[in-house]
Structures are given as C-alpha cells and as structure tokens.
Nanobody, 122 residues
Framework: QVQLVESGGGLVQAGGSLRLSCAAS????????MTWYRQPPGKQRELVGC???????SYADSVKGRFTISRDNAKNTVYLQMNSLKPEDTAVYYC????????????????WGKGTLVTGSS
C-alpha cells in the first residue's frame, strides 16, 4: 500500500506564508511527478503546480512567483512554500504522486492524499 499524508495547513493572514508538506510512504520503488492541487470552497479542484523527479517545475499562473514547490527524494516528500498569501488562496490543498511500487511494475499509479485546509484571512 501507498499513503500520501499532507500537513502544514492552517489559518494565515493576507500577505503571510505557509509551508505544506506531503509525505509518501509504503511500497515505493520510484516517484515520478508530484503535484499539488487545491479546491476552493464551492469550486472545482484546480492545479497548483508540480515537480518532476528531475526537478523541473510548472505552476499555475495564479500562484506563479508566490508559490514554490520543492522535494526531498530521500524522504519521498514534496513541499509547497506559499508566500504572499491572498484570501482567494483559501482551499483544501491536495497532494498527488505518480508512483511505481516495484521494479516489476510496468505502469505507475496516481495516489492522492486526503488534503489539508489553508484559510487565508483578509
């Protein structure tokens, strides 16, 4: 089994910073892309950004320049550093990881965490 657990959410004032973590555990051979999504209240889930295993990153325009994704491959953990937070960043933030569970797996599988709530106050 593979589990993803997000942490670090909370209440933060506008302009503040927060760092989220997502740790993967279980039977893991290789983690490919790790991605952050968010779901604002009453809205659909949207992409925040992602990081490939080689370190390449991509971000949604709404967070570009404010959010930074990093990862520690030794710890199977991805981070989301959020700066200059705005009230519209309020959402449940989810982690997704594309994982091969063993050398013999011919396909990787996408796994999701349960999310962590970030509330930005004005």
């Amino acid at each position: 089994q593979v589990q993803l657990v997000e942490s670090g959410g909370g209440l933060v004032q506008a302009g503040g910073s927060l760092r989220l973590s997502c740790a993967a555990s279980g039977s893991i051979f290789r983690i490919n892309i790790m991605t952050w999504y968010r779901q604002p209240p009453g809205k659909q889930r949207e992409l925040v950004g992602c990081m490939a295993s080689g370190g390449e990153t991509s971000y949604a325009d709404s967070v570009k320049g404010r959010f930074t994704i990093s990862r520690d491959n030794a710890k199977n953990t991805v981070y989301l550093q959020m700066n200059s937070l705005k009230p519209e960043d309020t959402a449940v933030y989810y982690c997704n990881a594309n994982i091969r569970r063993s050398l013999f797996d011919t396909r990787a599988t996408n796994y999701w965490g349960k999310g962590t709530l970030v509330t930005g106050s004005s």
